[in-house]
């Protein structure tokens, strides 16, 4: 139909900028990988070599982080499936709520606003035609600072998606330093917050 054939263009770039997040990932977690086998290498020479006791306890620590790391390489990627999933999820309520009041005779205030000043534009002039011509400029510059808000919000997961394997690995040498993971913590966080933000202003924008 015309309307699929429409929104093949985007589909497209879409499939693109997944394909492209898939590969430099999967390139990244075997780079992550090796790093996490020279990494296993020093600690156990290191762990050979060391006499005191006090030492020996830091490597095991650091060893226990490693097969921690490991495991995140492992499990990450199910972490940022279901984040995914939960914004989606939560997403479509909000588009069941939004089709429930419309089909209860509620009208969208954006919908409403812009047919209002298209009508008002045709029909009136003078200083009122100027300040219904600045609403719809500062409804399109509003409409435009949401898309760019959104370009930033895809690159910026798929910025994060791409180096998850570098911040699963680099979890042994963040923990052996002050006992915490602030590289993963920050990671987890600004994941976390890029994907729920969509759901979230989208049940404010329904209230």
Do not use: H
Request: charged share 15%.
């Amino acid at each position: 139909s015309d309307k699929n054939k429409a929104s093949l263009p985007a589909d497209n770039l879409m499939d693109l900028l997944k394909n492209e997040v898939a590969s430099w990932y999967y390139i990244l977690k075997l780079i992550s990988l090796a790093l996490g086998l020279l990494t296993l290498i020093y600690i156990g020479i290191r762990m050979a070599l060391s006499t005191i006791a006090s030492d020996k306890a830091k490597y095991k620590k650091m060893l226990v982080a490693w097969v921690q790391s490991i495991g995140l390489i492992l499990i990450l990627p199910y972490i940022m499936r279901g984040l995914n999933y939960l914004s989606e999820v939560l997403i479509e309520f909000a588009e069941v709520i939004k089709a429930g009041l419309i089909s209860s005779g509620q009208e969208s205030f954006e919908i409403y606003i812009l047919e209002v000043i298209n009508d008002r534009v045709l029909k009136c002039g003078g200083v009122e035609l100027v300040a219904y011509i600045i609403a719809y400029i500062v409804l399109m510059i509003a409409e435009f600072k949401f898309f760019m808000m959104y370009m930033k919000r895809v690159l910026a997961v798929c910025f994060l998606t791409v180096i998850s394997p570098l911040i699963s690995i680099t979890y042994s040498m963040d923990k052996a330093g002050d006992g915490k993971a602030q590289a993963f913590s920050a990671w987890i966080q600004e994941y976390s917050v890029n994907m729920l933000i969509q759901p979230l202003q989208a049940f404010i924008y329904l209230i």
